[in-house]
């Protein structure tokens, strides 16, 4: 997602871990605003409001070049365009 694209995430239930795992590995980088809030629908605005900082890599990598162990397997490498869909493939099983 380019800043200030977003998306409507619905779901039957609270989406809190998502939540969380977008403040740890992305910090500054999305808002969430709640639309709904259950009991049997939850809907949730998320807004890209931030870029990554720079001396983060698309690969998870930071300026030397330490990458999260879970980013990458088997040293495969990714277009920008790959790997967006394949962390928000990711992010969806996790949480959802």
């Excluded at 998306?7 to 989406?15: A, E, S, T």
């Excluded at 709904?36 to 930071?62: K, S």
């Excluded at 967006?84 to 959802?96: G, L, S, V």
Aim: include cysteine; charged fraction near 30%; proline fraction near 7%.
């Amino acid at each position: 997602m380019s800043v200030g694209d977003a998306i409507l995430l619905i779901n039957d239930h609270d989406p809190k871990p998502l939540f969380y795992q977008f403040q740890a590995e992305r910090p500054g980088e999305v808002s969430w605003a709640p639309q709904e809030q259950g009991p049997e629908r939850w809907v949730i605005r998320i807004e890209r409001v931030g870029a990554p900082p720079a001396a983060r890599h698309h690969d998870g990598a930071d300026a030397a070049g330490a990458g999260r162990a879970d980013d990458l397997r088997n040293g495969a490498s990714h277009s920008d365009a790959s790997w967006r869909q394949w962390r928000r493939c990711r992010t969806a099983r996790r949480c959802c």
